[in-house]
């Protein structure tokens, strides 16, 4: 029996930002697709290569913990990288809530 469905990227255009999970740098790019399997971002051609590490992507309402699996370069100062999307780990799960702690905590003190 053949499988009929099938998860496809769709286009999603938003703005993101990706955070090395291992350097905890931030780069700011522009979703193309996305999917519940992965995700594509364009960034500016200076980003360093990302392939094989491990990201946490925000784009609006979702966040999305990935590896880089591909690089592709665009027209002009551009380029594209895929993720592909992991399952969070109990270490990444406490970063973003202490992060989020942190930053509830200085609005209110403020």
Known sequence: MQERR?????EF?????IVDKESLSK?????????PLGIA?????????????????????MIMYAEAVREDQEIGEKKSIAFKARK?????LQYLFDRIG??????QSK
């Open 6 to 10: 099938s998860i496809n990227r769709v």
């Open 27 to 35: 780069y700011f790019g522009q979703v193309k697709n996305i999917s």
């Open 88 to 92: 969070f780990t109990a270490d990444v």
């Open 102 to 107: 942190d930053e509830d905590e200085e609005k």
């Open 13 to 17: 255009l938003a703005n993101s930002v």
């Open 41 to 61: 971002i364009t960034v500016d051609k200076r980003v360093p290569n990302m392939i094989g590490r491990d990201v946490i992507i925000v784009a609006e309402t």
